[in-house]
């Protein structure tokens, strides 16, 4: 089974912090995802990728960039958190052509 | 841009059968997917559809209308398990990225 990991389940930050949210996955999919749930909002894109080195603009890319060093690894980067950030964060992954995305289990980060 | 709609809740009996609408506006359309997010939890995957018609995958079967921008999730025979949110989602003419809509939250009274 895919497997995607993603570091922290909680993470409470203060406002103006820099914040790391590391996501892995094991199946050398091509392709990595970064979400932002929130309660009537649903899903949002903030950033993907293709591939390695590679990132693309979601929907909501303001103040946050992401990092593909490695194919398994997809690293999104609040530059300084702010109250608004506090949300789920989930990461997703998927290969070329595939149908489904996997999910890691989510990051719930609060900004204080 | 993409318009993605459905119901924000719904509650059934145990047992019974219930249909989740989602209706889409897109630029490009490359497939409609359903996911299952029970609480505190990922969402998985349940369904895909790229074709006109119905898909059937035991309890749970997916339609799609491509000229109507519509589609339904009918879930048969509800268990209490059946309680979580329904994410209907929509992938674009370009690559694998999703969109989705905000989710429909199915509660299963017994």
């Known amino acids: 089974d895919v497997k995607v990991t993603q570091s922290s389940r909680y993470l409470v930050k203060r406002t103006g912090e820099k914040v790391f949210l590391e996501c892995v996955q094991d199946?050398?999919?091509?392709?990595m995802f970064w979400y932002r749930q929130d309660p009537g909002l649903g899903l949002r894109l903030i950033y993907f990728?293709?591939?390695?080195?590679?990132?693309e603009k979601g929907d909501i890319p303001e103040g946050y960039s992401v990092s593909r060093e490695k194919k398994e690894r997809f690293s999104l980067i609040l530059e300084s958190a702010s109250t608004n950030q506090t949300s789920m964060y989930l990461c997703?992954?998927?290969?070329?052509?595939?149908?489904?995305?996997?999910f890691g289990s989510g990051t719930r980060l609060t900004v204080v | 841009g993409q318009n993605i709609d459905q119901p924000t809740e719904m509650t059934a009996t145990e047992g019974a059968i219930v249909q989740i609408n989602c209706t889409y506006q897109?630029?490009?359309?490359?497939?409609l997917f359903w996911y299952q997010q029970h609480a505190g939890e990922a969402p998985t995957f349940l369904s895909y559809?790229?074709?006109?018609g119905l898909e059937e995958k035991g309890r749970f079967s997916s339609f799609l209308s491509r000229s109507k921008g519509y589609s339904y999730l009918l879930l048969k025979e509800l268990q209490m398990k059946d309680s979580a949110s329904y994410l209907c989602?929509?992938?674009?003419?370009?690559?694998?990225?999703?969109?989705f809509g905000g989710g429909t939250r199915v509660l299963v009274k017994p």
């Open positions: 997703a992954s998927t290969r070329q052509g595939y149908n489904g995305y996997t």
């Open positions: 199946m050398d999919h091509e392709n």
């Open positions: 559809n790229v074709l006109d």
């Open positions: 897109t630029s490009g359309f490359n497939g």
């Open positions: 989602a929509v992938r674009g003419a370009a690559g694998n990225k999703l969109t």
């Open positions: 990728s293709y591939d390695v080195k590679m990132k």
